[in-house]
């Protein structure tokens, strides 16, 4: 991974504030050099995490993502809410907050999610995808049918790639 310059000097200022005992100043350093690389967050533990100094979004998402993908899925839901009230114009965290009603099995609160991520970004396949999901389990086929052709139509590689992701794992 090629790390910048900006991302290094923010690190070695957090590090500084850390040293001076001034914790505050350290996170928000931390957090800024966090927002000049997004794929740093893909090796953290989010556990010491401030969530009142997390301004970003994007971060917040990031942030929500690790929690879903350890299974705390309260601190994502948490995480994935300040990311769409942060940055009310980006889908991604509409769809992931989707995703985790989704796996509680909270089907009303998912569909609402997806499809307002589908009406920020009306090409947004992976939540057009999640929204047929969503439609076939609370028995609207038809619904099911039409997202599933949508969703061909906008991205067919990645339909055909979560198709068989399904089927491999459920044999």
């Known amino acids: 991974m090629r790390i910048s310059i900006i991302y290094i000097a923010y690190l070695i200022l957090s590090v500084y504030y850390f040293d001076s005992n001034n914790y505050a100043d350290c996170q928000m350093q931390f957090m800024d050099s966090v927002s000049t690389d997004h794929r740093f967050l893909a090796n953290m533990n989010c556990e010491n995490i401030n969530p009142d100094m997390v301004t970003d979004g994007k971060i917040c998402n990031q942030i929500g993502f690790q929690y879903y993908e350890n299974g705390d899925f309260a601190n994502a839901i948490g995480y994935y809410k300040k990311a769409i009230a942060l940055s009310p114009e980006y889908p991604v965290p509409l769809n992931n907050l989707g995703v ?69 794992h459920n044999q």
């Open 100 to 168: 985790v009603y989704l796996k509680s099995n909270k089907l009303e609160l998912a569909r609402e999610c997806f499809s307002k991520a589908i009406v920020l970004n009306p090409e947004y396949v992976k939540a057009i995808c999640n929204l047929a999901v969503v439609s076939y389990k609370v028995g609207d086929l038809e619904a099911a049918r039409q997202l599933y052709q949508k969703a061909k139509r906008v991205d067919g590689s990645y339909v055909k790639q979560r198709i068989d992701n399904y089927i491999n």
